[in-house]
């Protein structure tokens, strides 16, 4: 089974902006990995950001933004808030098979 | 407003079995593939398994594989998770989550998840 990897935690200032980055062990990722990106704040059932690398939800906040970037996917926040302190989640597909990345733990400090 | 709600979660002793089921509303049940994650306690999220809107094909995190069976029910709109050969380490909450079409694997709208411990 491959793994993914996340950074396990980022720092970034109220109005500052960080890049996520979630990459694979069988080598680059690709749109033909269905990326998305989930936030989970504590003691709460996660929420879906972003959906095949770039796709937003009516709900997703417009300060978030995925993309492909260097052999693998990434989540940017641009003007952090406070309310964005969570863990931040990726996965990808593998035929069918679906892997989480170990998350990000991300503080607005 | 689509929801998904979880249920079926408890205390059970290891070697032992559980169904899960997952109810769903405000959507067309039988158009989306439905998914089981899970949570360990101070954990990440574990993939554990997906169903395809016309159950025709199943996907099962390695971890799962043999013990575990998803199934569902477009009729009651409902998924089921089949757990047996229960460990310790199965013991997290377990959220139910819809997909975005037909043959999505990944999770899209979670449920609140529901708590599964396994101990003696």
């Known amino acids: 089974q491959a793994v993914v990897t996340q950074e396990p935690s980022l720092t970034v200032s109220p109005g500052g902006a960080v890049t996520l980055t979630c990459g694979s062990s069988?080598?680059?990722?690709?749109?033909?990995?269905?990326p998305y990106w989930f936030q989970q704040k504590p003691g709460q059932a996660p929420r879906t950001l972003i959906h095949d690398v770039t796709e937003k939800y009516s709900w997703t906040p417009a300060r978030f933004s995925g993309s492909l970037l260097g052999g693998k996917t990434a989540l940017t926040l641009s003007g952090a808030q406070p309310e964005d302190e969570a863990e931040y989640y990726c996965l990808l597909t593998y035929s069918g098979v679906v892997v989480f990345g170990g998350g990000t733990k991300l503080t607005v400090l | 407003e689509v929801q998904v709600l979880e249920s079926g979660g408890g205390l059970v002793q290891p070697g032992g079995s559980l169904r899960l089921s997952c109810s769903a509303s405000e959507f067309t049940f039988n158009n989306y593939g439905m998914t089981w994650v899970r949570q360990a306690p101070g954990k990440g999220l574990e993939w554990v398994s997906a169903i395809v809107g016309n159950g025709y094909d199943t996907f099962y995190a390695d971890s799962v594989k043999g013990r575990f069976t998803i199934s569902r029910d477009d009729s009651k709109s409902t998924a089921y998770l089949e757990m047996n050969s229960l460990r310790a380490d199965d013991t997290a909450v377990y959220y139910c989550?819809?997909?975005?079409?037909?043959?999505?694997?990944?999770?899209?709208?979670w449920g609140q998840g529901t708590t599964v411990t396994v101990s003696s």
């Open positions: 989550a819809k997909g975005r079409g037909p043959y999505s694997t990944q999770p899209e709208v």
């Open positions: 069988t080598g680059p990722v690709t749109s033909g990995h269905f």
